[in-house]
């Protein structure tokens, strides 16, 4: 099937649209603008009647596919369907017209929804707090991976602790991230049964390694049976175990990054509770932490007090700053919190 460029089915005098005569007197561009930011031919526009227009753009839509039309893998990831009553709900003016600059006596309903959502993935992961702030998968990478090299730096061990290991299955994202973030890059091999290697794993072990990178199910889509020897292989030489969230959906309400000993975990809302990706965007990647390393997540984080009053937390003297403007993508927060309360503890069966 082919479609004509919209310049093809232009023909002089068609118009979609009539604007009332200018009631103002026309003025010379060149009086107000230098030579160099005018143009010398008039632009070719198409001249197409609204109908034509219409029916050239949507034919074109029926082209494309996505979640709506099928199965949408994309690299090692499948997207979910977004149900649509998640698109209405983050339309509700009380979400969509406010401002983050609101004070928060006026955005309690945003606040609480938040704070909900952060105890959502708290409990789905087992993990202590979760930060909302960072803008998709990769960038929640970088933000987890600040997290370890500044937990390091508190314990005076941030400049010999410089290597993250990544499987050589790993996410391409892995390594990029722990680069960009200043670590050098660990390759270790995968064993017979497409898991991490443990006897390699333990040679790569001394007091320069910073963490170990997984996802679990890995890229090969295989769950690592050995994951609490892997976490007990990391922690015994002084690092820290970050989670991939890229293939969340297969455990969700079966197992937790938590349980298996990870110490930092980012979700993907995007893949993971059915938010809208990529051109449908845009995406969410949070990212929740241990016990241990709560004080270097990003500000604010949501809390509540005795008259359950939603507020942002101060910053703690040991956060990494924050790592996007305002609260993150607060549109992808509403549809994710959404898909959680509609699913409830039947997630588990999403996965299964």
Known sequence: MTEALIFELSAPGRRGASLPEADLPMQNPSSYLPAGLLRKDAPELPETSEIDTVRHFTRLSRMNHGVDVGFYPLG?????????VNEEVAALPGFSAIHPYEPAELTQGALE???RLEESLCEITGMKRFTLQPAAGAHGEYTGLLIIKAYHASRNEGT???KIVVPDSAHGTNPASAAVCGFDIVKVESNERGGVDLAALRKLMGPDIAGLMLTNPNTLGLFDENIAEIADIIHEAGGLLYYDGANTNAIMGISRPGDMGFDVVHLNLHKTFATPHGGGGPGSGPVGVKEHLVPFLPYPLVGKDAQSNYYFEEKNALSIGKVKAFYGNFGV???AFAYILT???ELKEVSE
């Open 113 to 115: 929804l938040m704070y």
């Open 76 to 84: 090692s990831c499948t997207m979910k369907y977004n149900p649509k």
């Open 343 to 345: 699913q409830g503890h």
């Open 333 to 335: 927060l509403v549809k």
């Open 160 to 162: 010999t602790r410089r």
